[in-house]
């Protein structure tokens, strides 16, 4: 069983930007690879990005590429989502994922989800 935890959200303007943590705890996290979605009001949730577990390798979303950076730090159990150049269409529940088999960029794929960060860009 892992526990996920994401921190990090708030309230920034349009062009500003934010880091989202997702700190991990219980099986050893390093294992598994990792995702962030996100789902805005009304909407199904959305795939942002994906790591592998030794942060080899890394997927994003095609309205994400070169704003959006994920990382990993397997010796604080934390995964990172740096958010640049925010728009108000980011706004949304940020939310990270874990998987121990495979890795992609449908929620099917996860199999542990922490509850959400809120990120609100104003216009």
């Known amino acids: 069983q892992v526990q996920l935890v994401e921190s990090g959200g708030g309230l920034v303007q349009a062009g500003g930007s934010l880091r989202l943590s997702c700190a991990a705890s219980g099986r050893t996290a390093s294992g598994y690879a990792m995702g962030w979605f996100r789902q805005a009001p009304g909407k199904k949730r959305a795939f942002v990005a994906a790591?592998?577990?030794?942060?080899?390798?890394?997927l994003y979303a095609d309205s994400m590429k070169g704003r959006f950076t994920i990382s990993r730090d397997n010796a604080k159990n934390t995964v990172y989502l740096q958010m640049n150049s925010l728009k108000p269409e980011d706004t949304a529940v940020y939310s990270c994922a874990a998987t121990a088999t495979g890795w992609g960029t449908v929620p099917e794929a996860y199999d542990y989800w922490g509850q959400g960060t809120q990120v609100t860009v104003s216009s």
């Open positions: 790591i592998t577990w030794n942060g080899g390798s890394t």
